[in-house]
């Protein structure tokens, strides 16, 4: 049979610059989940929806102070930034979402949003980020693999520090995926956007919530 391709809502969510998939813990298993990003007229401000709770509220505000720090090194001019604010959704807005995990993947999805290069679609993410850009540890490992598994996501990326936590991931389905482990959102950016020439005009808000 072969290995099972992702499903098409994931490559259709990710088919935009803005769009980032992320891995949540719940009570009864691990999710996927679709960070989207979008840019608009205004005046700087970061807005967030989606049901957020304030410790994820909290990873999206580091996420864009490391982004809005480093913007020359991550290719973004600065005008992008500049008289434009930037609405961050996590859909599903009816279940509450919180914890830091999905900083990594906030950010991913800021980047891809104002460099125009899409998300790989076959990527999922998670990782708390701090303000020096690294990725820190996260729970739930085991149950967001399984879950990546399921929806045919085989390129994973985890903290360094989460190795350990990969054991208790059944050996067959550990070896049909390519488990990234990042310390730095510098070891995640180059292998899970696109080449720069597949994207679209930069910083162009996305129609990925449509």
Same mark, same amino acid.
């Given at each position: 049979? $072969?290995?099972?391709?992702?499903?098409?809502?994931?490559?259709?969510?990710?088919?935009?610059?803005? *769009?980032?998939?992320?891995?949540?813990?719940?009570?009864?298993?691990?999710?996927?989940?679709?960070?989207?990003?979008?840019? =608009?007229? &205004?005046?700087?401000?970061?807005? %967030?929806?989606?049901?957020?709770?304030?410790? =994820?509220? #909290?990873?999206?505000?580091?996420?864009?102070?490391?982004?809005?720090? +480093?913007?020359?090194?991550? &290719?973004?001019?600065? /005008?992008?930034?500049?008289?434009?604010? !930037? +609405?961050? +959704?996590?859909?599903? $807005?009816?279940?509450?979402?919180?914890?830091?995990?999905?900083? *990594?993947?906030?950010?991913?999805?800021?980047?891809?949003?104002?460099?125009? @290069?899409?998300? @790989?679609? /076959?990527?999922? =993410?998670?990782?708390?980020?701090?303000?020096?850009?690294? *990725?820190?540890? *996260?729970? &739930?490992?085991?149950?967001?693999?399984?879950?990546? +598994?399921?929806?045919?996501?085989?390129? !994973?990326? %985890?903290? #360094?520090?989460?190795?350990?936590?990969?054991?208790?991931?059944?050996?067959?389905? @550990?070896?049909?995926?390519?488990?990234?482990?990042?310390?730095?959102? /510098?070891?995640?950016?180059?292998?899970? %956007?696109?080449?720069?020439?597949?994207? /679209?005009?930069?910083? #162009?808000?996305?129609?990925?919530?449509?």
């Amino acid at each position: 049979l $072969g290995p099972q391709k992702y499903l098409p809502e994931t490559a259709d969510r990710t088919a935009s610059p803005g *769009v980032a998939t992320g891995l949540a813990w719940t009570p009864t298993g691990g999710e996927i989940m679709f960070i989207e990003a979008t840019a =608009m007229p &205004g005046k700087g401000g970061l807005m %967030l929806t989606g049901q957020l709770g304030d410790v =994820m509220k #909290e990873s999206a505000q580091a996420a864009m102070s490391y982004l809005k720090s +480093h913007l020359e090194a991550l &290719g973004i001019a600065k /005008d992008k930034l500049e008289n434009r604010d !930037i +609405h961050i +959704h996590v859909p599903a $807005g009816a279940i509450p979402k919180d914890g830091p995990s999905a900083g *990594v993947a906030i950010f991913s999805a800021l980047v891809s949003l104002l460099t125009g @290069r899409c998300i @790989r679609a /076959d990527v999922a =993410m998670t990782g708390e980020i701090t303000l020096r850009g690294l *990725v820190l540890p *996260v729970g &739930g490992i085991k149950e967001k693999l399984l879950a990546a +598994h399921r929806a045919g996501i085989r390129r !994973i990326f %985890l903290p #360094e520090r989460n190795e350990k936590d990969v054991v208790d991931v059944p050996e067959e389905i @550990r070896s049909e995926m390519d488990i990234i482990y990042a310390k730095s959102v /510098d070891d995640v950016l180059g292998r899970a %956007l696109e080449a720069a020439e597949e994207a /679209d005009e930069p910083g #162009e808000p996305s129609d990925a919530g449509k």
